[in-house]
């Protein structure tokens, strides 16, 4: 009765994905970290850039043991992001300074890090395996998951950093989400009769795949889409009150739209990859994805362009429309990845394949905030700047989309 398609895939990758996904609650307690330890929250940030770097980079180089066991993978992800997460409280707890950063950075960074990129990883392919005629779907249901994890969490963090504290905030969750984990690791199982092709003569070499036209396309506009985004998302209040200002509306639209767009990313990462299983080319949903928001991009720089205090709610609005759909293509882009991979390459290789396109994500992860960060110091912290040149870079994505990627292969 339990051996379905949802009891032992769908549910498993949720409760995997909504306890790894609460990586992007990282600004609910970054502040209270830097005051705990005595630290600039410039400098503890660095912690969550290693924790995206070695998510995509552990992905990348697990894709060869998700494919042969995907209950040792489970298990190394569930006790990797939750000592991270333990090892992370124990250090702000007990010790201040220089210590306690590295002892972040070690913990949340890294170990809590590749616990991320092997926990992303690892539902992926039984998912696909499972819901064969509805991969968009199957992938969208678990990185959703990933995607509503800050959502859920966000307010469980406030309340008990509030009550008990910071550090009791990390034993409290690293608890629930190894029980959550757990579970899912011991739920998770392939479809039965489905053998693993013998990997001993496998011809898969990873740098070969770059030097593949058509996955490189893939890589780089994935890159490109999670840059972006990263650069758009990690100011989005700013961004707001710089389109708001002089309006009576500025505090509620502060205060109101962060959730209003990290509901656009959560639609986007089931909308996108479900109605992608309904087109005949799942790279047609990229397509959508940039030319989308070029077109916003160029609407939204209008706001901006006006200095002689005139500036209205109609006006911010065209912002606010940019911030939902740059949300929205950000995780529809994440769900469809898959998918579209599985469409170009087949299903035998796919963790490998998939794996190695998230290093994407760990370059990302390093520029996408820190680009606008240098934009900002050098314009004299000119939002509109970050527009122009995510402009440039959505633009050169949209071509690689059309000239690269190359037409839908027999899917396997």
């Not at 006006?315 to 949300?327: D, E, M, P, Q």
């Amino acid at each position: 009765m339990l051996n379905n398609k949802w009891f032992r895939a769908a549910i498993p990758a949720l409760l995997i994905h909504c306890s790894i996904g609460t990586v992007y609650c990282w600004s609910t307690f970054k502040e209270a970290i830097a005051e705990k330890i005595g630290m600039s929250t410039f400098a503890v940030g660095w912690a969550f850039s290693l924790a995206i770097f070695f998510l995509g980079m552990s992905a990348a180089f697990a894709g060869k043991m998700v494919e042969k066991d995907i209950h040792k993978s489970s298990l190394i992800s569930c006790l990797c992001f939750t000592a991270g997460m333990l090892g992370t409280g124990l250090f702000i707890q007990f010790t201040t300074g220089v210590v306690a950063l590295i002892g972040v950075f070690v913990c949340y960074g890294c170990i809590m890090g590749i616990g991320l990129g092997i926990g992303y990883l690892t539902p992926v392919k039984t998912l696909m395996l499972w819901f064969s005629e509805q991969k968009g779907l199957a992938t969208g249901i678990s990185i959703m998951g990933f995607g509503l994890a800050k959502a859920i969490a966000t307010p469980i963090m406030e309340k008990i950093q509030s009550s008990l504290g910071i550090s009791a905030m990390f034993y409290i969750l690293g608890g629930v989400y190894f029980l959550m984990m757990m579970l899912g690791h011991f739920l998770l199982k392939k479809p039965e009769g489905w053998v693993e092709p013998d990997d001993e003569r496998s011809s898969f070499r990873p740098l070969d795949m770059f030097k593949n036209k058509v996955f490189l396309g893939i890589w780089l506009m994935f890159f490109i889409n999670i840059h972006c985004g990263l650069a758009l998302i990690t100011y989005e209040k700013q961004i707001i009150g710089t389109a708001f200002a002089g309006t009576a509306a500025l505090a509620a639209m502060v205060s109101i739209i962060p959730s209003v767009t990290a509901a656009f990313n959560a639609l986007g990462r089931i909308g996108y990859s479900t109605v992608s299983d309904k087109m005949k080319d799942r790279n047609t949903v990229y397509k959508i994805i940039f030319t989308s928001c070029i077109a916003v991009t160029v609407a939204a720089l209008v706001p901006f362009a006006i200095t002689n205090g005139s500036k209205s709610v109609i006006l911010g609005a065209l912002v606010i429309i940019l911030l939902c759909l740059v949300n929205l293509g950000y995780g529809g882009g994440f769900s469809t990845l898959p998918a579209l991979l599985s469409s170009r390459f087949g299903m035998d290789k796919i963790s490998k394949i998939h794996g190695l396109s998230l290093s994407a994500w760990a370059v990302a992860g390093i520029t996408g905030n820190n680009m606008s960060e240098l934009i900002l110091k050098s314009t004299g912290r000119k939002y509109d700047y970050i527009l122009i040149a995510t402009l440039v870079l959505y633009t050169a994505a949209l071509v690689i989309c059309l000239t690269m990627v190359g037409k839908k292969s027999k899917e396997q």
